[in-house]
């Protein structure tokens, strides 16, 4: 019953962090204040009802458009909602009965959802997304002993500094400093073993996606990835099932 009771309290609060980031991604686009006015509609400004700012619920009662002025509102919203809700029922369920590792689980998927969220749409990882959780991480994690001083700055080493490698390899024209950051973000959460894992997540699935692009002519040959995106998804694999998959591999290499 305390299960059940967790599960359904771990959905509604990602639910609810879900409508969040989605308000703080058109904010921080459109240069307002995450903590400064109402919610409003983002095509005609028109503040919201409380009715509309229910998760997935106002989506659905409103058939997917604004009650102001009948636009329609993005999938964005209900997905990245139900998203999260997913999300925090498997940080639950994986650390179930330890609420501080649940709860830095939590803390790390928003922000992982935020730089696929924010990629994904314009292209760009921001810098406050990556640089601020991973001092803030790094600090906590430490003090709380949940991952090494030493594996996490090995981690940030190996995660920033295999994409500053390619930034000045390339001059720029392979990565942006947004990939180094998250890189960073990703060593620091991670610890360097779980890092590799999720570079090589990245990797995999980036080059999935870009060949099929391409097979499907969606993209140009020398078109860009958004590839924090893939970080993104790297980084929650790797959150939950990269110690697992490395002793796997450990195991079947006999090591």
Not at 39 to 61: E, G, H, Q, W
Request: include cysteine.
């Amino acid at each position: 019953m305390i299960d059940i009771i967790t599960y359904i309290f771990a959905a509604l609060l990602g639910l609810g962090m879900g409508s969040f980031l989605n308000a703080w991604v058109w904010r921080t686009r459109s240069g307002h204040s995450i903590i400064k006015g109402r919610s409003m509609c983002t095509s005609c400004k028109t503040v919201l009802r409380a009715l509309d700012n229910i998760p997935v619920i106002s989506f659905l009662y409103l058939k997917g458009k604004a009650f102001c002025c009948r636009k329609k509102i993005s999938w964005q919203y209900p997905l990245v909602e139900l998203a999260m809700a997913v999300l925090y029922v498997g940080a639950a369920y994986t650390y179930i009965g330890d609420a501080t590792m649940t709860a830095i689980s939590f803390i790390v998927l928003f922000f992982f959802m935020f730089v696929f969220v924010y990629d994904l749409r314009y292209g760009e990882i921001w810098d406050k997304m990556t640089t601020v959780p991973a001092a803030i991480l790094f600090f906590v994690q430490g003090q709380l002993g949940i991952l090494a001083w030493q594996d996490m700055a090995l981690g940030a080493l190996i995660g920033g500094g295999f994409f500053l490698l390619q930034l000045i390899v390339s001059r720029g024209k392979w990565i942006g400093g947004g990939d180094i950051r998250m890189g960073l973000l990703l060593g620091i959460v991670l610890g360097w073993q779980r890092t590799i894992f999720a570079l090589l997540i990245s990797y995999v699935g980036g080059a999935i996606v870009g060949v099929y692009l391409l097979a499907r002519k969606k993209v140009k040959k020398h078109a860009t990835i958004p590839f924090g995106t893939f970080l993104a998804m790297g980084g929650t694999v790797a959150l939950f099932w990269g110690y697992a998959m490395i002793e796997w591999y450990m195991r079947l290499l006999h090591i």
